[in-house]
């Protein structure tokens, strides 16, 4: 697996901006497709973005598309997610998440960081 920290999140007001990022270690990161998932209190984990390995695929959850974009520096061995337009709705603990399928769905991906909060105000 590779290991995952999640950095960037904070508090915000409506319409402000957040630049997460992603730092990878242990196996190769660019072996891997990663995503971006965000989990809400008493909801369940849902996807926000997904890159491919070498970023040349990228998928956006409706609610985030034309706002979010997600990126990775392999070279870096870095993956960001820059969310724009933020809205309350958008409050979560968002995860980013490694994986050698490129997929909606959370549980095809088994490394997995810890998660930053984000937390957009009215």
């Known amino acids: 697996q590779v290991q995952l920290v999640e950095s960037g999140g904070g508090l915000v007001q409506t319409g402000a901006s957040l630049r997460l990022s992603c730092a990878a270690s242990g196996r190769t990161f660019s072996n891997y497709h990663m995503g971006w998932f965000r989990q809400a209190p008493g909801k369940e984990r849902e996807f926000v973005a997904a890159?491919?390995?070498?970023?040349?695929?990228?998928s956006y959850a409706d609610s985030v598309k034309g706002r979010f974009t997600i990126s990775r520096d392999n070279a870096k061995n870095t993956g960001y997610l820059q969310m724009n337009s933020l809205k309350p709705e958008d409050t979560a603990l968002y995860y980013c998440?490694?994986?050698?399928?490129?997929?909606?769905?959370?549980?095809?991906?088994?490394?997995w960081g810890q998660g930053t909060q984000v937390t957009v105000s009215s």
């Open positions: 998440a490694t994986g050698l399928r490129i997929t909606t769905d959370y549980t095809a991906y088994d490394g």
């Open positions: 890159i491919s390995a070498r970023g040349l695929t990228r």
